[in-house]
Every structure is written in C-alpha cells, then in structure tokens.
C-alpha cells in the first residue's frame, strides 16, 4: 500500500461522509448517541466484550462523541454537520493509518 498522508486520508474520508450523509438530518443527535453511551454500559455489552477480547467495553470514546455533540448545541446545523463530518473523517483516517488486524496480510504477500 502506498504511504498516504494523514490529510489526503481525512479529504478523502470528509468526500465519503459528505455523500453518505447529505442533509443536516443524516447525522446523529446527541440523544442518540447519549443512547449509545448508555448502551455501552449494559451488562450484558460488558459481558460479550469481556467473552470477545479478554476485557470490558471501553466507553470513553462514546463519552466524548456524545460530549462533543453537545459543544456543537448552539451551532447552525450545517456548521454542525461539517464538524461533525471532519471528526467522523479523522476517526477513519487515524483507523486506517494504524495498525490493525489487516496488516498481518500486508506482511504475508
């Protein structure tokens, strides 16, 4: 795979999010993702997370998505959603910049 810079992968990422969410009401609300935070937190989450990987759900991430939703409240809506889209857009590029289970097939060709 050629070396790519993190800012190509985040415009690269912000054009994909732009054309999977196209209105103002495509992204989540922060009841929504307050949802997911709590979701988190549910047993029977903690227990299939302690069963998948050996240890509990980490729910901080959750946190600060529901926490920067918030600090987005007063916002006009497409200013919110194009902050949204650049978080959401630098989330997938440090993914797809870090190491990941993938990487084993780079090593094995």
């Known amino acids: 795979m050629a070396s790519v810079d993190f800012e190509t992968v985040v415009k690269q990422e912000e054009e994909y999010l732009r054309k999977v969410h196209p209105t103002v009401d495509d992204i989540p609300g922060c009841m929504t993702l307050f949802d997911d935070f709590l979701q988190c937190h549910v ?15 980490e729910c901080g991430v959750k946190k600060e998505d529901f926490k920067f939703c918030m600090s987005l409240k007063f916002m006009h809506p497409e200013q919110k ?27 094995r060709k």
């Open 43 to 57: 047993l029977g989450t903690q227990i299939k997370s302690l069963y998948r990987y050996g240890q509990m759900s």
């Open 81 to 107: 959603r194009d902050a949204w889209i650049r978080r959401r857009a630098e989330w997938w590029a440090h993914r797809r910049l870090g190491k990941s289970s993938e990487n084993v097939w780079d090593m």
